[in-house]
C-alpha cells in the first residue's frame, strides 16, 4: 500500500491524462490533480514510525460507521493488506478496499478502511484535528455531506468518474434499511410461531404443533443473519 505522512497531500488519487478506447469511439480523459485537496491519514506501512494510542471509543464507532457504505469517487488501485501484521497474519488478514472522505476545512481527510483495523489491532492514534473532523462528519449520502464533498471536491473529478458512486452509495443505505427491517420482522414473527409451537402462546391452529417451532427457529436464525450481514463491519 502506498504510504503516507499523515495529513500530508495525498495523490493517490491523481488521474494522468488518457484515452480511454473500448467503446463507440477513443474518449479523452484529462489529467486531474488534486491532491492539494485531499489530506492523508492512515496510510502506514512497516517502515516508518506511527503516533500510538487510545482513540476515544465514540470517535472509533463514529469511524466504523463512515466506513460501512462511504462516498468516494473510485477504487483506484486494488486491495490494501496490513504490512504491520505478522507474514501469517497477513496471508489470512484484513484486507480494504474502500477509502473513506472525512470533510475537513476546504479539503478532505482521506483514509483507507484499514485504519479501523491499525487502530484496533497496531494501537494507530490519528492526529487530534481528525478525530474532530470525523466526530463533526455527517454521514456519506446525507445532503449535508454530499454538499459539502461538492463544494471541495474540483468538478472534473465527478466529469471523469461520474456520480454513479453518489447513487450506489444511496442504494447501499436503502438496502441496509430494508435488510435491518425484513430482520426485525423475521425475529418478530419467529418468536410468535416458536412460542406458538411449544404451546406458550395459546389461541392459534399453530399452538402445540412441533413443526411450527421448528419453522419459528429457522425464522429466528435468518432474522439475526440478515441483522448481522446489515450491520456488520467490512474489516
Ligand atoms: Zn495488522
Known sequence: ?????????????????????????????????????????????????????????????????????????????????????????????????KNIFVPGDGFLYVAPEMILHYIERHDYLPPPEFCDAVSACPQPGSRSYLETVRAIVPPEVFQVFGEDSLRLRSRGTLMRIALNVSGVLFLLVGCVWFLQGINILPGSFMTGQTKWAVYGGLLLVAGIGLLISANRRRI
Open 1 to 97: 500500500m502506498a504510504y503516507y505522512i499523515d495529513l500530508s497531500p495525498c495523490d493517490y488519487f491523481d488521474v494522468p491524462e488518457q484515452v480511454v478506447r473500448g467503446g463507440a469511439k477513443p474518449r479523452a480523459i484529462p489529467a486531474i490533480k488534486w491532491a492539494h485537496r485531499l489530506r492523508a491519514v492512515g496510510w502506514l506501512d512497516d517502515t516508518h514510525p506511527f503516533t500510538r494510542g487510545k482513540m476515544p471509543a465514540a470517535v472509533r464507532a463514529k469511524l466504523g460507521d463512515l466506513s460501512r457504505d462511504p462516498w468516494e469517487p473510485c477504487h483506484p488501485l486494488g486491495w490494501h493488506t496490513c504490512e504491520l501484521c505478522s507474514s501469517a497474519e497477513q496471508e489470512s488478514g484484513p484486507r480494504g478496499i
